[in-house]
């Protein structure tokens, strides 16, 4: 179960990014919202959704908004999820976002991440505003009915609260060392 | 008409109750008598042995019904190509019904 709750801070992070700069949260600290995604590259859920995140991102990147996706994943039992492999992963998508690898996999247990893909939406002043799902069906993006996480951000830009503030994370479990 | 069906999964994926259902859907509308061994896969030595590349896995007598390439067994969730290019984690009915009416036609 994840260790924050609504209104509750974000976790600061250091980490290295597949474009070979290392990212942390406080230069994000001037964006209007925040999306920590934990994701990986092997999981078919993440998968599902990934071309979904990259839509996110380009579609509220003009309203001040930043998506970080963070790998946790045991490379060694995974190897698919490597470092490499990652890089591979953002560039044959094209993420338009922070690709972060958290190898001591501290972060995941920090925020108490246990999914991926799992998201965590903080406002301006890097309050949880919204925890869970990406949207509603991860298996086919034209039958989602709710779209929680675009839904979650059109009310926290307006400074509002996302009417639905918690979604149960649906995907892989993160593979701890 | 009678075939060797097995499911395996992984408790750590979701979805797996989903995949099993429509297996015994399909074998059921194609009158096919099998009964379903569902395994359960817990470990990486169980995922070695069983030749398991995620969950979750059907074989048909012995083959994947979608069989991949220089696998990597672990008990972990595997993604499926759909027959209209979208990756998925779980085998539609469409790849199912295709794998069982294969099968029929070999037995």
């Known amino acids: ?177 | 008409m009678s075939l060797k069906v097995r499911f395996l999964y992984s408790e750590d994926c979701p979805s797996h109750e989903e995949a099993l259902r429509r297996l015994q859907d399909v074998l059921r509308e194609e009158r096919v008598d099998a009964d379903i061994e569902v395994v359960r896969v817990g470990s990486f030595e169980q995922a070695e042995k069983e030749r398991f590349p995620g969950s979750p896995t059907i074989t048909i007598d012995g083959r994947d019904i979608s069989p991949i390439a220089n696998a990597h067994y672990a008990p972990a969730c595997r993604a499926y190509r759909l027959e209209d290019g979208r990756i998925s984690p779980l085998p539609s009915t469409f790849m199912i019904r295709e794998a069982v009416l294969a099968a029929k036609r070999e037995s």
């Open chain 1, 1 to 177: 179960m994840a260790n924050l709750k609504s209104a509750d801070k974000a976790l600061p992070f250091n980490l290295p990014g597949v474009d070979g700069t290392n990212h942390n949260l406080q230069e994000y600290s001037e964006k209007n919202a925040v999306v920590v995604i934990f994701s990986c590259n092997h999981c078919p859920y993440v998968r599902a959704w990934e071309d979904r995140m990259v839509e996110v991102q380009a579609d509220y990147a003009s309203r001040g908004v930043q998506l970080v996706a963070i790998n946790s994943n045991d490379a060694v039992k995974y190897p698919e999820d490597s470092f490499a492999k990652m890089k591979e992963r953002a560039q044959e998508k094209k993420f338009n976002f922070p690709y972060l690898r958290d190898e001591s996999q501290k972060v995941a247990k920090a925020y108490g991440a246990e999914r991926t893909p799992e998201v965590f939406l903080f406002d301006k002043s890097g309050l949880l505003r919204y925890h869970g799902v990406i949207d509603d069906n991860y298996d086919n993006p034209a039958a989602v009915k709710i779209m929680y996480l675009r839904e979650a951000l059109d009310a926290v830009l307006t400074g509002t609260l996302p009417r639905t503030t918690e979604t149960k994370p649906v995907g892989c479990t993160i593979k701890w060392k």
